[in-house]
């Protein structure tokens, strides 16, 4: 990242709190919004996103429809799921099959929601590095084995 912001993603179908999301993180983070599963989506294969927050309670697709449906091809992103009714059917479905990181409440509170953030950050740059580590430990393994090929046969 360039300018060493965080890159976010708001999935929320209600305009108000897409507005008062960014009105509140566009100084510390890179906020993109998105009112529908179906605009994120389009945000996501043009965007480099590290975290995504969604509402559960959409129309066409639920929040935990739109992780579910992104983890193929967006596997990466840390994911968070608003809701603002005490569903745990909701809950336990997001972190079964939408892979979230963590969920809060709605209305949310910027300093907890913050707090999510952060967290969930590092836990993406560490995924990252394990990623990369374990690249990086294939192709020593390739090569070594090409190596070791090459003596036996010599």
């Known amino acids: 990242m360039a ?4 890159n976010i993603l708001y999935v ?7 507005v008062s999301f960014k009105a509140t993180f566009r100084m510390k983070y890179n906020v993109f919004t ?7 989506i389009k945000t996501l294969d043009n965007q480099p996103i590290e975290i995504i927050i969604t509402d559960q309670r959409m129309p066409n697709m639920t929040g935990v429809q739109f992780l579910e449906s992104i ?15 005490a ?13 979230i990181f963590h969920y809060l409440s709605k209305p ?8 999510t953030i952060k967290r969930a950050y590092e836990v993406y740059e560490k995924a990252l590095e394990v990623k990369d580590m374990n690249k990086n ?11 070791l090929r090459q003596k036996l046969l010599s």
């Not at 300018?3 to 965080?6: A, G």
């Not at 009112?35 to 994120?40: I, K, M, P, T, Y």
């Not at 949310?108 to 707090?115: I, P, Y």
């Open 87 to 99: 569903d745990m059917n909701a809950v336990i479905d997001a972190v079964n099959k939408g892979k």
């Open 137 to 147: 430990l294939a192709i020593s393994n390739e090569q070594l084995e090409f190596l």
């Open 3 to 6: 300018d060493n912001k965080i």
């Open 12 to 18: 929320d179908d209600e305009m108000n709190n897409l």
């Open 71 to 85: 983890i193929e091809k967006h596997p990466d992103p840390m994911r968070i799921l608003l809701t603002g009714y």
């Open 34 to 40: 998105a009112v529908s599963g179906d605009e994120a």
């Open 108 to 115: 949310w509170n910027e300093e907890e929601l913050d707090m």
